[in-house]
């Protein structure tokens, strides 16, 4: 078939959704361009999961703040992959001061680390200027990290809340989602469900790092006063109302 | 408790239960590794085998794998057990029913005829044994004929879910993504959208839009909105277009309520499906999606095998005639299926297992980005599956999910596959898109920019561009 030109229906089609239509083909096949493409959209996603967290240059990007570092029971990669057990519990951290803190912030590579490189340092930073008076541990790096690794490592560090920044599983076309769980008083056994979720935080159209900042700080007060995360506790505030909103110290 | 031993590769082996036998006979897979129940080398695997061959199936009727009074799918299974269907089998074992199912004597009226007399456990057993070249040939012959606007399942035809899916819902992004795919000849078995947003008006919106498209230009397939069973009670309710009520299940009580369902719920879903009179003549309202790993997900597994688990949510489906099932395959991740080997296995065990228990049996040939798969992978599974008779595949365009955030196959790779094996779609849906100019007189599909079909035009027209 000769190469015929893009038709205009499918140009106004794809105004509407980033879903892969109209591509054509050779016989039944797509065209190799879109062969190519969507084996390098694979490819990117792969490097995501399986590249490792650039752990200087995290540092670098949270100084002036001194991080702290942990590591799960996982070993390596492919053991963290089979074994999401191992990822969850704490095989150690350095120490850390006495005294306890309001919050703790843990940096956990989860499935991208491209992810937590690029988003993570941005929110700590935008969270840590909202967050006036408030006691806060030095952040922690965590590596083959799942959310629930913060479970321990708050209760270590004394924390009332953790909040996880961690890696989502990376999609074909956002290779380096960032999602935020917060978990009130922080201990191992902790459930899901006792968990609030802040997810889709990436440049590609997804939440902006300050918008997904004030959306946390908003969690972390209402946690606090009403001594609670997870299903109870609501989260449907609009992070845009939010943004403008000024620095409170924390709730008693 | 039963013992079970067996002299293999030189050593003595013993399995001191019913699930730790059948745990340990199971193939390689990173969730039974994960459970702590896989075996603990290659040989002690292949033992568990020979002792599994010569269990007598009637052990399967008297020792349940999680007990009756703990969990009510363990009830549902032995109290809709058929014993004068069984009858013909009884006297075999696990090895024996392998070698019959594998037999030429064992047809399509015969498997038909012996499937209320086997419980998933047996058909579980039985696929350990089995080599994928088995599990196909077995599952070839067991044809499975469901029908509501279309027929589906019939010799020589394969049927797709077009899944229109978009990050936000957004009812033109969906419409767009459903034009392409009917414009490629999906869309047979069903048009079905998981939607991003889990609410009651959201999902009407979007039940509403679809049923509108189906109506406006005849297709001749159900669409589905796959909500939560209790959404599309309350749907049904507000008297919204519900063809088919969806719910995801698992093979144990624990595991499915971990889903907010349970029997008594799934059962008012279905008579409030029926009430709505939609249905064809044989009441087929049902669409299930399982998948390997649910139940450990849920911690709700009771020691049981992954595989075995996943047989046993057939006994929920088939206790409500679905029109349509489907394993998720590769949808849960590697820490339950940790390549493509894996994941190849487990859909034509699923496959197999759903099939010979009476389900029509589809699947949704997918991998994660975190899984060791490619699409060389599923290109394998699709090929198998379709040889092996699948009822439907699941496709998406070029094969990325942008909501879901997975891949499953392209409404390309369908195509590629009828073209291939000489596959049809539902022949109600095939005369469609004749009528429609998508399709050439004798099956071939048009391109669509090309072909100036009436279904592009009116979509323009009526302002879906």
Same mark, same amino acid.
């Given at each position: 078939?000769?190469?015929?030109?893009?038709?205009?229906?499918?140009?106004?089609?794809?105004?509407?959704?980033?879903?892969?239509?109209?591509?054509?083909?050779?016989?039944?096949?797509?065209? *190799?361009?879109?062969?190519?493409?969507?084996?390098?959209?694979?490819?990117?996603?792969?490097?995501?999961?399986?590249?490792?967290?650039?752990?200087?240059?995290?540092?670098?990007a949270l100084r002036?703040h001194?991080?702290?570092?942990?590591?799960?029971?996982?070993?390596?990669?492919?053991?963290?992959?089979?074994?999401?057990?191992?990822?969850?519990?704490?095989?150690?951290?350095?120490?850390?001061?006495?005294?306890?803190?309001?919050?703790?912030?843990?940096?956990?590579?989860?499935?991208?680390?491209?992810?937590?490189?690029?988003?993570a340092a941005p929110v700590f930073h935008a969270c840590v200027e909202? *967050?006036?008076?408030?006691?806060?541990?030095?952040p922690?790096?965590?590596?083959?990290?799942?959310?629930?690794?913060?479970? =321990?490592?708050?209760?270590?560090?004394?924390?009332?809340?953790?909040?996880?920044?961690?890696? =989502?599983?990376?999609?074909?076309?956002?290779?380096?989602?960032?999602?935020?769980?917060?978990?009130?008083?922080?201990?191992?056994?902790?459930?899901?469900?006792?968990?609030?979720?802040?997810?889709?935080?990436?440049?590609?159209?997804? *939440?902006?790092p300050e918008?997904?900042a004030?959306?946390?700080?908003?969690?972390?007060?209402?946690?606090?006063?009403?001594?609670?995360?997870?299903?109870?506790?609501?989260?449907?505030?609009?992070?845009?109302?939010?943004?403008?909103?000024?620095?409170?110290?924390?709730?008693? | 408790?039963?013992?079970?031993?067996?002299?293999?590769?030189?050593?003595?082996?013993?399995?001191?239960?019913? +699930?730790? $036998?059948?745990?340990?006979?199971? +193939?390689?897979?990173?969730?039974?590794?994960?459970?702590?129940?896989?075996?603990?080398?290659?040989?002690?695997?292949?033992?568990?085998?020979?002792?599994?061959?010569?269990? +007598? %199936?009637?052990?399967?009727?008297?020792?349940?794998?999680?007990?009756?009074?703990?969990?009510?799918?363990?009830?549902?299974?032995?109290?809709?057990?058929?014993?004068?269907?069984?009858? @013909?089998?009884?006297?075999?074992?696990?090895?024996?029913?392998?070698?019959? !199912?594998?037999?030429?004597?064992?047809?399509?009226?015969?498997?038909?005829?012996?499937?209320?007399? !086997?419980?998933?456990?047996?058909?579980?057993?039985?696929?350990?044994?089995?080599?994928?070249?088995?599990?196909?040939?077995?599952?070839?012959?067991?044809?499975?004929?469901?029908?509501?606007?279309?027929? $589906?399942?019939?010799?020589?035809?394969?049927?797709?879910?077009?899944?229109?899916?978009? @990050?936000?819902?957004?009812?033109?992004?969906?419409?767009? #993504?459903? $034009?392409?795919?009917?414009?490629?000849?999906?869309?047979?078995?069903?048009?079905?959208?998981? @939607?991003?947003?889990?609410?009651?008006?959201?999902?009407?919106?979007?039940?509403?839009?679809?049923?509108?498209?189906?109506?406006?230009? /005849?297709?001749?397939?159900?669409?589905?909105?796959?909500?939560?069973?209790?959404?599309?009670?309350?749907?049904?309710?507000?008297?919204?277009?519900?063809?088919?009520?969806?719910?995801?299940?698992?093979?144990?009580?624990?595991?499915?309520?971990?889903?907010?369902? /349970?029997?008594?719920?799934?059962?008012?879903?279905?008579?409030?499906? !029926? #009430?709505?009179?939609?249905?064809?003549?044989?009441?087929?309202?049902?669409?299930?999606?399982?998948?390997?790993?649910?139940?450990?997900?849920?911690?709700?597994?009771?020691?049981?095998?992954?595989?075995?688990?996943?047989?046993?949510?057939?006994?929920?489906?088939?206790?409500?005639?679905?029109?349509?099932?489907?394993?998720?395959?590769?949808?849960?991740?590697?820490?339950?299926?940790?390549?493509?080997?894996?994941?190849?296995?487990?859909?034509?065990?699923?496959?197999?297992?759903?099939?010979?228990?009476? $389900?029509?049996?589809?699947?949704?040939?997918?991998?994660?980005?975190?899984?060791?798969?490619?699409? /060389?992978?599923?290109?394998?599974?699709?090929?198998?599956?379709?040889?092996?008779?699948?009822?439907?595949?699941?496709?998406?365009?070029?094969?990325?999910?942008?909501?879901?955030?997975?891949? #499953?196959? #392209?409404?390309?790779?369908? !195509?590629?596959?009828?073209?291939?094996?000489?596959?049809?779609?539902?022949?109600?849906?095939?005369?469609?898109?004749?009528?429609?100019?998508?399709?050439? +007189?004798?099956?071939?599909?048009?391109?669509?920019? %090309?072909?100036?079909?009436?279904?592009?035009? %009116?979509?323009?027209?009526?302002?879906?561009?």
């Amino acid at each position: 078939m000769a190469e015929a030109p893009v038709p205009e229906p499918w140009a106004r089609l794809r105004a509407a959704t980033r879903a892969r239509i109209g591509l054509g083909g050779v016989g039944d096949a797509p065209p *190799l361009p879109e062969v190519l493409g969507f084996q390098m959209a694979h490819a990117l996603a792969r490097d995501a999961v399986h590249a490792p967290l650039d752990v200087p240059a995290l540092e670098a990007a949270l100084r002036p703040h001194a991080a702290l570092h942990a590591a799960s029971m996982a070993p390596d990669r492919g053991t963290y992959l089979r074994r999401p057990d191992l990822g969850r519990r704490l095989r150690g951290m350095d120490a850390a001061g006495e005294g306890g803190c309001d919050v703790a912030f843990v940096l956990a590579d989860g499935l991208s680390a491209t992810a937590v490189q690029r988003h993570a340092a941005p929110v700590f930073h935008a969270c840590v200027e909202r *967050l006036p008076g408030w006691r806060i541990a030095p952040p922690v790096i965590a590596t083959q990290a799942r959310v629930a690794l913060g479970d =321990e490592i708050g209760a270590r560090l004394g924390a009332r809340l953790v909040a996880v920044l961690i890696g =989502e599983r990376p999609g074909l076309s956002v290779p380096d989602s960032l999602g935020i769980y917060l978990t009130f008083e922080p201990r191992p056994g902790r459930r899901d469900s006792e968990r609030n979720c802040i997810s889709n935080i990436h440049a590609a159209g997804g *939440l902006r790092p300050e918008l997904a900042a004030a959306k946390l700080v908003w969690l972390m007060r209402e946690a606090l006063t009403r001594k609670l995360t997870g299903t109870g506790l609501k989260d449907d505030a609009d992070p845009a109302a939010l943004a403008g909103r000024p620095p409170l110290p924390p709730p008693s | 408790m039963g013992r079970w031993t067996s002299i293999a590769g030189g050593e003595r082996h013993v399995f001191d239960s019913l +699930p730790r $036998l059948l745990a340990v006979a199971s +193939p390689r897979r990173s969730g039974d590794e994960l459970a702590g129940i896989a075996a603990a080398s290659d040989a002690e695997r292949v033992a568990a085998r020979f002792a599994l061959a010569d269990l +007598p %199936l009637r052990a399967f009727l008297s020792e349940a794998v999680i007990p009756p009074e703990a969990d009510e799918v363990t009830r549902l299974i032995l109290d809709t057990h058929d014993a004068t269907a069984f009858a @013909p089998i009884a006297h075999l074992t696990v090895g024996g029913l392998r070698d019959w !199912l594998l037999s030429h004597a064992a047809d399509a009226p015969a498997l038909a005829a012996v499937s209320p007399g !086997l419980t998933p456990e047996m058909v579980a057993a039985a696929s350990k044994l089995m080599r994928n070249q088995d599990l196909i040939a077995v599952a070839r012959k067991r044809r499975v004929t469901t029908a509501f606007r279309s027929t $589906l399942g019939l010799e020589g035809r394969l049927a797709t879910r077009l899944q229109p899916n978009h @990050p936000t819902d957004d009812l033109r992004g969906i419409a767009a #993504s459903t $034009l392409d795919g009917l414009l490629n000849g999906s869309g047979d078995a069903v048009i079905g959208v998981n @939607p991003a947003t889990d609410s009651v008006p959201n999902a009407m919106a979007l039940l509403h839009m679809l049923d509108d498209l189906r109506a406006r230009y /005849d297709i001749p397939t159900q669409t589905c909105v796959l909500t939560h069973v209790t959404n599309a009670i309350e749907i049904m309710r507000r008297g919204a277009p519900v063809d088919l009520v969806f719910q995801s299940v698992a093979g144990t009580e624990g595991a499915n309520r971990g889903f907010g369902v /349970d029997l008594s719920i799934l059962r008012e879903a279905r008579e409030a499906a !029926l #009430s709505l009179g939609r249905a064809g003549p044989s009441g087929e309202v049902m669409y299930f999606e399982t998948g390997q790993g649910s139940a450990l997900s849920a911690e709700a597994h009771h020691g049981v095998d992954q595989q075995t688990l996943e047989a046993r949510a057939y006994a929920v489906c088939r206790a409500f005639k679905p029109l349509l099932v489907n394993t998720v395959v590769g949808f849960i991740g590697p820490e339950y299926l940790y390549d493509g080997k894996q994941i190849i296995r487990a859909g034509l065990e699923d496959h197999f297992c759903g099939k010979l228990l009476g $389900l029509p049996m589809g699947v949704d040939v997918c991998y994660t980005n975190h899984a060791e798969a490619d699409g /060389d992978d599923m290109d394998g599974l699709m090929t198998l599956l379709a040889v092996a008779g699948v009822h439907f595949l699941i496709c998406v365009p070029g094969a990325d999910d942008i909501m879901l955030n997975y891949q #499953s196959l #392209s409404f390309h790779d369908v !195509l590629a596959l009828r073209s291939m094996l000489g596959l049809r779609p539902a022949p109600e849906f095939e005369e469609w898109l004749t009528r429609m100019g998508i399709a050439e +007189p004798g099956g071939a599909i048009r391109p669509p920019e %090309l072909a100036g079909s009436r279904l592009m035009q %009116l979509a323009l027209e009526a302002g879906h561009g």
